[in-house]
C-alpha cells in the first residue's frame, strides 16, 4: 500500500480509490524521475512496498489512457507522456474509474424528477467539484 494511505477502510461519499491513489502515486514518481530515463514497475513496487500486479493493472490503465508511455525490453519501462502541468486530476480518475462524478438525480436519472426541489443544486454541487478536478494538474500535486 502506498506510504501516504492508511489501512483503515474508506469510507464516505466522496473518497479516492485505492485505483486512484496508485496512479497519482505512479505519476508522481515518473514526474520526478524527469529526465533521469524510464522507470520499470518492478522498481517501483520494491522500493515503495506496493502490489506488482495492481501498479501493473494501474499502469496499463493509464497508457491505455495516454497519460504515460511503455517501452519494453532490458532498459524498458514507463515515462509520462507529457508535462506534470498537462496532466489533470479529472483525467486520472476518468482512466482509471471512468466518469468523474455522476449524481444521476441531477442529470434527469431519477424516478422522483418531476417532484424533486434538489435537482438544480445537486447539479451545480456535481459541475462545482468536476470543475475543480479540472483545475488541478498533477504538479500542483507533487510541488
Known sequence: ??????ARTRTGALHLTQKVDYGLFLLSVLARQKS???????????????????LQKVARLLKN????????GKYGGYTLAKSPKHIRLKSVIDALEGPLTRIDCAYGSCARQEFCSLQKGLKKINDEITQSYLSKTLSSLIE
Open 1 to 6: 500500500m502506498n506510504k501516504c494511505s492508511s
Open 36 to 54: 533521469e530515463g524510464q522507470l520499470s514497475i518492478r522498481t517501483i513496487t520494491k522500493e515503495h512496498q506496493l502490489s506488482f500486479a495492481f
Open 65 to 72: 489512457s495516454g497519460l504515460i508511455v511503455a517501452s519494453r
